[in-house]
T-cell receptor, first 114, second 112 residues
Framework: DTEVTQTPKHLVMGMTNKKSLKCEQH?????MYWYKQKAKKPPELMFV???????INESVPSRFSPECPNSSLLNLHLHALQPEDSALYLC?????????????FGDGTRLSIL | GESVGLHLPTLSVQEGDNSIINCAYS??????FIWYKQESGKGPQFIID?????DKRQGQRVTVLLNKTVKHLSLQIAATQPGDSAVYFC???????????FGSGTKLNVKP
């Protein structure tokens, strides 16, 4: 079992819907990440939060809105998505200082846009 | 949209043989490198990492080699087992910068 928990595991939504993806970790990690992964492709970085503040946004469209309510939780709010946004969305966390530990990934939310 | 007909590079090995998976990176500023294993339906799982002040690091049944001159990374798996079947990704970035770029991935098939 992964130490990073993502919910839901699967999500189907229409282009006009609003939904949220959730991620939780209790390892005391102060960096959290969202990645998007298309089939047979590597994960692509979307957002990085450091100490609950957004530190990196990889030019992600505004229909994806991240939120970090506290050091254990990371959300990704979705609105007006397009069919090409269908993908596996992965959350990860890591230590920030003296980072000998790399990122720990959840098993993702598989998102389908109708 | 999705790329039609895109296939991951695939390495097929016999159970018990050694496997070597290669990766090239492009950013000369990268000083931290990680190998991940991703099984079907799961997120990437950390295997081993190496910093740029080293050229070799060994773990349990795995060894990572780093050649900074040609920006090349390899993962060696000793006595490959069926449970090693997965997609393997390398990732590079700046140590303590928390931003990593993944390579395209290699699918490892282990034949019993």
């Amino acid at each position: 079992d992964t130490e990073v928990t993502q919910t839901p595991k699967h999500l189907v939504m229409g282009m006009t819907n609003k939904k949220s993806l959730k991620c939780e970790q209790h390892m005391g990690h102060r960096a959290m990440y969202w990645y998007k992964q298309k089939a047979k492709k590597p994960p692509e970085l979307m957002f990085v939060y450091s100490y609950e503040k957004l530190s990196i946004n990889e030019s992600v469209p505004s229909r994806f809105s991240p939120e970090c309510p506290n050091s254990s939780l990371l959300n990704l709010h979705l609105h007006a998505l397009q069919p090409e946004d269908s993908a596996l969305y992965l959350c990860a966390s890591s230590q920030l200082r003296d980072s000998n530990q790399p990122q720990h990934f959840g098993d993702g939310t598989r998102l389908s846009i109708l | 949209g999705e790329s039609v007909g895109l296939h991951l590079p695939t390495l097929s090995v016999q159970e018990g043989d050694n496997s070597i998976i290669n990766c090239a990176y492009s950013n000369s500023a990268s000083d931290y490198f990680i190998w991940y294993k991703q099984e079907s339906g799961k997120g990437p799982q950390f295997i081993i990492d190496i910093r740029s002040n080293m050229d070799k690091r060994q773990g349990q049944r795995v060894t990572v080699l780093l050649n900074k001159t040609v920006k090349h990374l390899s993962l060696q798996i000793a006595a490959t087992q069926p449970g090693d079947s997965a997609v393997y990704f390398c990732a590079d970035g700046r140590y303590n910068f928390n931003k990593f770029y993944f390579g395209s991935g290699t699918k490892l098939n282990v034949k019993p």
